[in-house]
């Protein structure tokens, strides 16, 4: 695979086929251990939201530790008088009350958001490829095959214009032409697609669903 950097950034460009062909994927790409583990390779682990919750809640954690133990025994570390702490509050906020309770569920869901967040990983930024190797994981960003999908439909003989949407498991494409009689061109354009996948062989199939849209004028 090749890689162009124009006026959006650096794309990468993939080869038509025609050339020698691809190696047989390896036999371990057909058990599905194998195949998570190669698309979780290509998942952001989100670390800066994990060390940041994990560091908020190891040390709330902590503290209410130490300051359990040390009440059980007696001796407090440190007292938090109610007054002090609720300050103006106390006179005017109830602890039982809808807006109470309705806050603290927020501050709790966010919370808990924060926690998926780091725990999760992101959605996978590159599609897998199968290889001749199990131990050679290898991809393509979906923005690249994007781009080389929606200049390989606008090539074909009809099309005017493009646009390519892949997803996990399928590949969606919507053609413009300004031909009046279409005839099985869509049929093209789906095969066209269907063909170039085929070559590059994701671990996951993909299926391509074409769509044929005529420009009036």
Request: glycine fraction near 8%; include cysteine.
């Amino acid at each position: 695979m090749n890689s162009t950097e124009g006026n959006h950034g650096p794309t990468l460009v993939i080869p038509a086929p025609g050339g020698p062909p691809p190696p047989e994927r390896a036999d371990a790409w057909s058990r599905p251990g194998a195949r998570r583990k190669a698309q979780q390779t290509f998942r952001p682990r989100r670390t800066i939201p994990g060390v940041l919750v994990a560091a908020i809640v190891a040390a709330a954690g902590i503290i209410g530790c130490i300051w359990a133990a040390s009440a059980a025994l007696g001796h407090p570390l440190w007292n938090v008088p109610h007054s002090d702490f609720a300050g103006p509050m106390q006179s005017t906020v109830h602890w039982s009350g809808t807006g109470t309770l309705a806050v603290a569920s927020a501050v709790a869901f966010v919370g808990f958001v924060l926690i998926l967040i780091a725990v999760v990983p992101g959605r996978t930024r590159a599609v897998p490829l199968a290889s001749g190797d199990d131990s050679v994981v290898i991809g393509v960003p979906r923005r690249s095959l994007r781009r080389s999908l929606t200049w390989l439909v606008q090539d074909v003989p009809g099309v005017d214009k493009a646009k390519v949407r892949a997803r996990r498991r399928t590949v969606k494409v919507r053609a413009t032409t300004r031909l009046r009689d279409t005839g099985d061109l869509q049929e093209q354009v789906r095969a066209t697609v269907q063909e170039r996948l085929r070559a590059l062989d994701p671990l996951l199939p993909m299926q391509v669903k074409a769509k044929l849209r005529v420009k009036e004028g």
